[in-house]
Structures are given as C-alpha cells and as structure tokens.
C-alpha cells in the first residue's frame, strides 16, 4: 500500500515548485525587459535620425515610446508581485503631482478611447501633491484605467477623481459598464482570481493587475475596492493615508 505524503512533505512540494515559478518569472522577466528596452532605444534615435518631423509622426512615436513603456511595466509586475507578497519591496515615498501620473496613464490608453469612442472625464486638483511611491503606484493607476477601458461598453465613458479625503486622498477610477457581482467584489482581487474564471469567460480573465493594485496600495497602507456610483458600474476605490509631516 503507497502511503499519503506527510503534511510537511506537501508543505515542502509547494514551497520547491514555488520557488521554480520564481525562477522561470525572473527568467521570462530578463528575456522580454532586454528587447523591450532595446525597442525604447531605437524610437530615441530614430528621432534623432528624423530630425524635424510631422506632427503626426512625432505623435505616433511618442506614443509607441508610452506603449513600450507600459509594457515594460507589466513585466515588472510579475516580479514586484511576488516580492511585495515577502515583504521585499517597500514603497519609496516621495512628493508626487498626482496628475502627472494620471495624464501617463491616460496617453497609454488614447487609443483605445479613440477606437472604442469613449469619453474620459477627470476630475482632480491639478496641484494636488501625494507622497507616495511614483514607479508602484503610477502602475496602479495605470492598472486601474487599463481594467476601467478594457470593460467599459463601446461609447461609454470612465471617470477618473482623486481627492483629499479626512486624513487622507482618494483615486478613484470606474466605468459606465455592468457592476461587478457582489459575491466577487472581494474575490476580484485574488491572485488566482483570473484562473478560476478563465474557463467561464476570456473576457472575464483580469490577470495580475488588480492583485498588483491590492498588494502595491497596502504597501502605502491604504486600501483598495470596486463599488458601484451612480452610472459607474465598476468603480476601483485606492484609499491612501496622509503620511506624517506630509
């Protein structure tokens, strides 16, 4: 007769495939980030190269330069994901225009606003300054918008807000689409949230962007939620805390 594993001999069995996910995330990591940046590379000097140039050409490389950019941060978040769940990575604090970092986010998604004919309507202080850490969460916001265009109906609108709020500020980034489910609200941000749905529906499969969200806004200490306001179906809520001697 076989006999079962032992528990601290499935514990051990997790632990080493986890580890070689690590491995082939660092691997697939460095493979894709080396021509990615090379790409960013060649955009630059092919500006220099072209010198004076339409406007819709210097348009169309700005935005292959933002696109590239944006991708670069998604591989980045495959390993951020698994160094924020240890510990590792901390958020770098600093004195942030918040919508600086909005504005990056949208010019990363103005094509599918022009495709997909949706309005974008923003609301916030042009001079509200955040402490917070520039490279993390302008990933979340960029996250945030990614999930708000791809769900949104075609000729629908996101809305976009940032606010102080007691002792605090709020981002706040939806669509005019359907609400999430009640019963996946908390879910949704689960890291293995996307393969539970993969078999039910594509369209359903969010990937590691909002489990990145959640983990990257409690490494602000603050939190993060999807609620439902007025048209907004799906509302993603980033709450951060006012740090001291902000």
């Known amino acids: 007769m076989v006999k079962p594993p032992r528990p601290d001999e499935l514990d051990g069995s997790a632990r080493e495939l986890r580890e070689k996910k690590r ?18 590379g060649y955009i630059n000097l092919l500006r220099e190269e072209l010198g004076e140039t339409t406007p819709e050409a210097a348009a169309y490389m700005n935005d292959v330069e933002t696109l ?29 225009r918040l919508v600086e970092l909005i504005e990056r986010a949208r010019d990363g998604n103005r094509a599918h606003f022009e495709v997909r004919q949706l309005r974008c309507d923003v ?25 708000a265009v791809r769900y949104a109906p075609r000729g629908g609108r996101c809305g976009i807000s940032a606010k102080r709020l007691g002792d605090g500020v709020e981002i706040a980034i939806g669509n005019s689409g359907p609400p999430v ?9 689960g890291r293995y949230f996307q393969v539970e749905r993969r078999r039910a529906s594509a369209r359903e499969n969010r990937g590691l962007g909002l489990y ?19 048209d907004l179906g799906a509302v993603f809520v980033a709450r951060l805390p006012e740090p001291p001697g902000a």
């Open 123 to 147: 609301d916030i202080e042009p001079d509200l300054v955040v402490r917070l850490d520039r490279d993390l969460f302008g990933r979340v916001i960029e996250n945030m918008l990614d999930n």
């Open 212 to 230: 990145f969200c959640k983990l990257a806004v409690e490494a602000h200490g603050g939190t993060i939620h999807v609620e439902q306001r007025g």
């Open 23 to 40: 491995v082939l995330a660092a691997l697939v990591v460095h493979d894709l980030r080396s021509p990615l940046a090379a790409a960013v």
């Open 181 to 189: 489910p009640v019963a996946d609200r908390e879910q949704i941000f």
């Open 68 to 96: 590239l950019g944006k991708a670069l941060g998604l591989v980045s978040t495959i390993l951020d994901v698994d160094e924020l769940e240890d510990g590792m990575l901390r958020a770098q604090l600093a004195p942030v």
